[in-house]
């Protein structure tokens, strides 16, 4: 276990031990996979001993969370509440409190378990992950960083320093629903969608699903059919939501047929898109947690 | 025994705290894993990655010569023990020979200084597989040119009370069948004015108890000592004996804290491999599984079940017959003794007069399945108590009256040959149907539903105890009963408190060591209070009465002249108190008296069952109908108990036994995709949680003191359980109007059941 103390140190000690060193930020997912020997390492490097990357901030158009902000600081941070209130309502259904308090949006990401809610959301929400290495910084878009199940875009040596996500503007409105019976997430669902002003119209729309497939996912075709005056998207609705399945392309697994997974995304695109159009808070829904 | 009316109880009847609870909450209590003996090494288990394949060969030495391995062990270094094992037929080696049988058997162990190296050593065995064709269900299993699991002979286990013959090892792959009949079930089918025939599945599920199993086994010159997470020392002690051939008194099984059993800890599980272990390497060997190992250890019987009732115009129920198929999985364990109770349990607490249940059970290449909390009753009763609703919906009638109709009254010998049934279920129904204001007005979406079941339950009475008084006048009982968190460490002292006339602090436990403790066949069946109530009962009489002698003698009077009050004795004027009684007749103030007690199929206990297990649960459902997703609005048990002997840990039990079923209910089910299980671990075996349980619960306990037990008792703690599939399969029925005929009824298949109506509707 080795405790750097700046993420460039982290960076070399990462570059340094190569297939056999591995960051370690709240270990929810690597010290399990570690106990049922499907993943070994000889050296873990701590980045919870990084200082600066555990802050929330509010800029004037975004808002950035550090690589090892807890679920639980995020949920319980009166920035995010206040601004995003949508990230913090989803944080608030993840796992339970225990892997709440101790694992991080930063290692949700880059474990890239297809089950996260925050990828969904986060997509939906245009986020950019900063990421730094050996050899310099650079931003990455949701769909860049996350390539599949398990895995990253990320080299040996980087590291997940901040979550930026735009603030939606006051024409915005979001919602991030899940259907949910097993430990992780069967569908998450988000949608943000932008509203002309007499709130008639849609100007632009952003659904991501996520869960169903390796990793979260967009349709263009989908938002296209999403855009528009209300009453003509509300009668596209299950078409666009056929669209999003496409995009997603369900399998059959434990969690559920193809079938039944993309009768899913239909039932929350509609349920979703009520509930941006309602202005109700997010959240009122029932979310099994 | 004179009954004592409920309000007369000092001890008894009241919720006195539990005697472990603070130990257990704050990580005191002993548990097997907090063990270590001196020299302890330790042990892990190589399992097959095949379900069904010959063992080739096996080379062990590039792992025996692993840093801090002592010893590598397999079924081909066995020689000098008998390495099969098995309660109803000696059919399970403790290590994998010639063959495996199921993805995840043990093939070999490693013993090592830590857990650590004996882990990293199993990668250094090399072992040949040659794969077989594999045989996943029943309806394989039965097929002609089936490939047989087991193709010798096998010896008889020790049957500890069972009832019938076991049909294992007849060159088939059949490993029991059971079977009742009486009255003309086809006549009976001609003559009925409704019938309501169908097929049922009941799921593979896996009793997760918080303790996975643990042993440490000390193998040496002066015999086998093991320490263990088991429910049933003394049949553990049995295979053991025979496994090493040795006097019963030479064997000597240790059980602290067990952290949960629900039927998974009982009878023999991991102690034949450990006591191996050390007997090869020559010392003490601790083997601590994973859940997920515990996973590929055992699980209930899955079973397929084709049932059909029938009621005569007047909405009597004339008749039930049944054939069920059940997956007992690669080895027999307890499940011949699962195929009987189902068989049985199939009646239901239901007055039928023409009957005929057919039961088979077949071995498949699937982890072993064995006994499970319920005991076979959950498995029939979601046919059961579905067809009940079923008939009552095809006659138009209540499904609550319809059952009030039907249901044994008590006293009513309603099975032939077995004891009367002696619980109270109209009253049991009314209680649970108030509880979830069944005539209420119902949202919709909604939908109620009461259901219940009868076991015949109590297992086999051979039970005996100890219980010493002290010349302090505390006394400590001596028991082999397990405390597996059902209370029975305090349940038993505040029946020898009630009889003693002592403060229950003063009474104190020791239990479940083959050596020190009387005999007790077993901690299951819902048996301990009542029979090992009884047992502590008639043992503190027993002291009682020699202290009377003692009294006599002490005082120079004759023993009619003494008369026995609460805590002591009276003759005219002088009272003595136990301590002084025993002081005086030793002439010191030390010496002890030992009352016993010796239960036997015998007396009150002739006639099994021991007890009918009776219960009632009511629940209210809401369904989502876009999704298929349930949830639990009610849940009403009601546990026709007799007498509570401590009620809150008596309610205790309901709730977690339905909780259980309702598990079953929604969404427990290990599921195979070949021979692969697919979600072996708790992250993808998805078990009941908090949240999950039901908005409003209200728990009844009725208490008629109608059972055998002390003051009245009888057994609670599975009856809960069986019912619940059942009852949210009515209850969802009721609501949205599909009927869904397996379990659990996940969104899924609730949301096809509701698609499929949708697609007849618009046909028609
Ligand atoms: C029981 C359970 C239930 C769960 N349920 C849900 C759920 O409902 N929804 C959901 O979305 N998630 C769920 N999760 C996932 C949970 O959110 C993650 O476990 C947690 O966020 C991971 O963070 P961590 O800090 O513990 O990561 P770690 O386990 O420490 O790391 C995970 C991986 O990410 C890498 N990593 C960590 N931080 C960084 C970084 N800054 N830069 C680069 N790489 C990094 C590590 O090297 C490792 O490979 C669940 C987890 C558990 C255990």
């Not at chain 1, 880059?110 to 931003?139: I, M, N, R, W």
């Not at chain 1, 869960?211 to 009453?231: D, F, H, I, M, Y």
């Not at chain 2, 003063?506 to 047992?535: C, E, F, H, K, W």
Request: hydrophobic share 40%; proline share 5%; net charge neutral.
């Amino acid at each position: 276990m080795h405790q750097p103390k700046s993420v460039g140190e982290a960076a070399e000690m990462l570059a340094r031990f190569g297939e056999k060193g591995r960051l370690y930020a709240g270990g929810t997912e690597l010290l399990l996979a570690m106990k049922h020997d499907l993943l070994r390492y000889e050296h873990l490097v701590d980045i919870k001993t990084v200082p600066g990357l555990d802050k929330i901030e509010a800029k004037n158009s975004s808002l950035s969370i550090g690589g090892t902000v807890t679920h639980r600081e995020i949920e319980k941070s009166a920035v995010v509440r206040e601004r995003l209130p949508v990230m913090a309502e989803m944080t608030r259904h993840i796992a339970n409190v225990r892997v709440r308090a101790t694992g991080t949006l930063g290692g949700n990401i880059c474990f890239a378990e297809p089950h996260s809610d925050p990828a969904t959301l986060l997509l939906a929400l245009g986020a950019v992950a900063k990421v730094q290495g050996k050899s310099g910084e650079k931003a990455l878009s949701m769909s860049e960083i996350l390539m599949g199940a398990y895995e990253t875009a990320l080299a040996a040596d980087e590291i997940l320093t901040a979550i930026e996500i735009p603030l939606p503007a006051k024409s915005q409105r979001a919602a991030y629903l899940k259907f949910q019976t097993h430990e992780r997430p069967t569908l998450g669902l988000a949608l943000v969608l932008s509203l002309d002003e007499s709130g008639r119209a849609i100007t632009k729309a952003a659904a991501a699903v996520g869960s169903v497939a390796p990793k979260p996912c967009r349709s263009e075709q989908a938002e296209a059919l999403l855009t528009g005056p209300r009453e003509k998207v509300e009668r596209q609705l299950s078409e666009a939501s056929g669209a999003l399945a496409d995009a997603a392309d369900p399998v059959d697994d434990l969690e559920g047929s193809a079938e039944y997974k993309r009768h899913l995304i239909g039932v929350y695109l509609r349920r979703a898109f009520a509930q941006v159009l309602s202005g109700n808070p997010p959240g009122r829904e029932k979310i099994a947690d | 025994m004179s009954k004592q009316k409920k309000r007369d109880f000092h001890v008894v009847n009241h919720s006195v705290p539990r005697r472990d609870g603070r130990a257990k909450v704050t990580g005191k209590a002993a548990y097997v894993s907090d063990l270590k003996l001196i020299g302890m090494a330790y042990a892990k288990v190589l399992r097959s990655p095949y379900a069904h394949a010959k063992l080739v060969s096996i080379d062990t030495s590039r792992a025996a010569s692993q840093p801090g391995v002592y010893c590598v062990i397999t079924g081909n270094d066995l020689e000098g023990l008998d390495p099969y094992y098995g309660h109803a037929v000696k059919d399970h080696p403790l290590l994998a020979i010639e063959k495996v049988r199921y993805a995840g058997e043990p093939v070999a162990a490693v013993v090592a200084v830590d857990e650590r190296a004996a882990f990293e050593a199993l990668e250094y065995i090399d072992v040949r597989y040659e794969e077989l064709k594999t045989v996943l269900t029943p309806q394989e299993a039965m097929a002609k040119d089936a490939p047989l699991l087991h193709e010798k002979k096998f010896e008889a286990g020790a049957l500890r009370g069972f009832e019938g013959d076991v049909t294992a090892g007849r060159g088939t792959n059949l490993c029991q069948e059971h079977h009742i009949k009486w009255g003309d079930v086809e006549e009976a089918f001609k003559k009925a004015a409704a019938v309501i025939e169908g097929e049922y599945y009941f799921p593979m599920t896996y009793a997760y108890a918080m303790e996975a199993y643990v042993a440490i086994a000390d193998v040496n010159d002066n015999g086998v000592t093991i320490y263990s997470s088991a429910q049933h020392p003394f049949m553990v002690r049995h295979d053991l004996k025979s496994i090493f051939n040795l006097p019963v008194s030479q064997v000597r099984l240790i059980v602290p804290f067990v952290g949960g059993g629900y039927g998974s800890k009982s009878y023999t599980k991991i102690e034949p491999l450990v006591a191996a272990c050390s007997w090869k390497a020559k010392r003490p060997v601790k083997l601590q599984l994973t859940v997920e190992e515990a996973m590929l250890t055992t699980r209930s019987d899955d079973a397929y079940t084709w049932m059909r009732t029938a009621v005569d115009a007047n909405g009597k129920i004339i008749a039930r017959q049944a054939k069920i198929y059940m997956n007992t999985g690669a080895y027999a364990e307890n499940s011949p003794l699962v195929v009987e109770k189902s068989t049985n349990r199939c009646v239901g607490p239901y007055a039928i007069p023409n009957v005929q249940i057919d039961n088979y059970s077949f071995y498949t290449n699937t982890v072993p399945a064995s006994s499970y909390r319920g005991f076979g009753c959950a498995q029939v009763t979601l046919p059961g108590e579905s067809q009940i609703d079923e008939l009552a919906a095809k006659i138009g009638k209540d499904p609550y009256e319809f059952r009030l109709a039907n249901v044994a009254k008590p006293g009513q010998e309603f099975f032939p040959k077995m004891r009367p049934f002696d619980g109270t279920l109209e009253e049991d129904l009314a209680i649970a149907a108030k509880a979830i204001g069944w005539k209420e007005p119902l949202a919709r979406g909604r939908g109620r539903s009461v259901a219940c079941s009868g076991s015949d339950a109590g297992a086999y009475p051979l039970t005996s105890t100890a219980v010493r008084v002290h010349a302090d006048g505390s006394a400590t009982i001596m028991t082999g009963s397990t405390e597996l968190g059902q209370g029975s460490h305090t349940v038993i002292p505040q029946i020898a408190a009630e009889e003693l006339g002592v403060p229950f602090e003063n009474v104190r436990v020791v239990s479940s060591d083959t050596a020190i403790t009387p005999y007790d066949r077993s901690t299951g069946a819902s048996r301990t209070t009542t029979l090992m109530g009884s047992a502590v009962l008639e043992a503190s009489r027993e002291a009682i009465q020699q202290m009377v002698v003692m009294a006599a003698d002490v005082l120079k009077v004759k023993v009619e002249e003494i008369q026995v009050v609460r805590g002591g004795v009276r003759c005219g004027e002088a009272q003595l108190n136990w301590s002084e009684v025993i002081s005086r007749f030793y002439g010191l103030p030390d010496g002890e008296v030992i009352g016993r007690a010796y239960i036997r199929k015998a007396g009150k206990f002739s006639q099994l069952p021991v007890f009918w297990e009776t219960a009632c649960t009511g629940v209210e459902v809401s369904v989502d109908e876009e999704t298929g997703k349930i949830e639990m609005e009610k849940l009403a048990t009601v546990g026709d108990v007799g007498l509570a002997i401590n009620p809150a840990l008596a309610e205790g039990q309901d709730i977690g036994a339905a909780t259980m079923g309702m598990g079953i209910g929604l969404f427990e089910e290990l599921v195979y995709q070949g021979p692969q299980l697919m979600n072996g671990s708790i992250l993808d075996y998805r078990l009941p949680r908090f949240s999950d349980l039901p908005k409003k619960v209200e728990l009844h306990l009725v208490e008629n003191q109608d059972g055998v037990g002390p003051y009245g008792a009888k057994g609670g703690g599975e009856a809960s359980l069986n019912s619940m599939a059942a009852n949210i399969a009515n209850a969802v029925a009721r609501a949205v109007g599909v009927r869904i005929r397996q379990a659990p009824l996940t969104p899924e298949r609730v949301w096809r059941a509701l698609k499929e109506k949708e697609k007849v509707k618009s046909q028609k």
